[in-house]
């Protein structure tokens, strides 16, 4: 069993993780510090969040590319609501934020399912509408910390049990992905329709709907993280997580969650959020240029399909090999 692990994607990467952090710790001995590990992993809880929803979408053998666009838009109207109403309760803040990631992502399922549009299509028209939007309502002004309320600031800050609320939010999407991906017949139909879409039809899946689904979850995540990240930095504008769509897909790439769906973990979805995250935080601390996270991101995500396509090319010659001795 133990052995297994660390030949599978989530035990190659986490010992990758490891290694990283163990050189970083050679040049950097305080980078390691169990303080500065949380405040890492805070840095990275809103590509967590995220992650795990374009998990969700990748498994469909769709991708989501209005996260980002998304997560603007919903922290852009949340902050303009507290502006206008400081009083409103984060509860409400909170449940209008996913709802209205949910419905962003729910035009995306039902272009993808009812019109059979390609997703890269729907999501590039999406992102780019959900930007102009964001124009539109603000009039390309910001929002800044003096505009906001210091509950509504305060939320994701909070500190329980030693930890941020933004980091226990994280670790329970986490949490709640395992279950979701392991026990809920939804987790299956990812799964089953990423796999083979033909053959889940025969078992009574709607693949459609299911991708619908995929994409309504990774749209509540997005809309939830908006209110997050706006809170947490305390500004708003049109540009907001500019990008990082791509930092979520690097994510999804490099643990292991496969672009031709079907195949994946949570636990890989993690690491590769993760690793981009520590990337991001050790590279200035060592005097390294950030525009390098590119390039190793760019790398990370070379090695992982090509890992990918070396183990499917290896499943492929076992299988060939059996059918022949069965013969």
Request: charged share 10%.
């Amino acid at each position: 069993m133990t052995l297994s692990f660390f030949k599978s994607r989530e035990g190659i990467l986490g010992a990758a993780i490891l290694a990283l952090l163990l050189a970083i710790s050679l040049r950097f001995p305080a980078f390691v510090a169990p303080s500065n590990l949380a405040s890492v992993f805070n840095d990275t809880a809103p590509l967590i969040i995220l992650t795990l929803g374009q998990m969700a979408v990748i498994l469909t053998r769709c991708i989501d590319l209005s996260v980002a666009a998304n997560l603007a838009l919903t922290g852009m109207i949340v902050a303009m609501l507290n502006t206008m109403m400081p009083e409103l309760p984060i509860p409400v803040i909170l449940l209008i934020a996913i709802t209205l990631g949910a419905l962003m992502g729910l035009v995306n399922g039902l272009l993808v399912w009812k019109l059979n549009i390609p997703p890269i299509v729907v999501t590039l028209g999406t992102m780019t509408i959900y930007r102009g939007i964001i124009f539109l309502i603000s009039d390309g002004a910001w929002i800044n910390a003096h505009e906001m309320s210091s509950s509504f600031k305060a939320f994701p800050r909070d500190i329980v049990l030693g930890l941020p609320v933004l980091s226990w939010i994280a670790i329970i999407a986490v949490i709640g992905f395992v279950v979701l991906i392991g026990r809920t017949s939804l987790g299956r139909a990812f799964f089953a329709v990423g796999g083979n879409p033909h053959a889940a039809v025969y078992t009574g899946i709607n693949v459609g709907r299911t991708q619908c689904a995929a994409f309504v979850l990774s749209g509540a995540l997005a809309g939830l993280t908006g209110y997050l990240w706006v809170a947490r930095y305390a500004v708003a504008y049109v540009d907001i997580a500019g990008g990082f769509e791509l930092e979520v897909v690097a994510a999804c790439v490099i643990g292991g969650i496969s672009i031709a769906g079907g195949i994946g973990s949570v636990a890989g979805a993690l690491m590769g959020a993760l690793f981009l995250g520590i990337v991001k935080n050790a590279l200035p601390v060592i005097n390294i240029s950030p525009f390098w996270q590119l390039a190793i991101s760019g790398s990370a995500i070379i090695i992982a399909v090509a890992f990918n396509a070396t183990s499917n090319r290896a499943k492929g010659r076992v299988i060939l090999k059996e059918a022949e001795h069965a013969t």
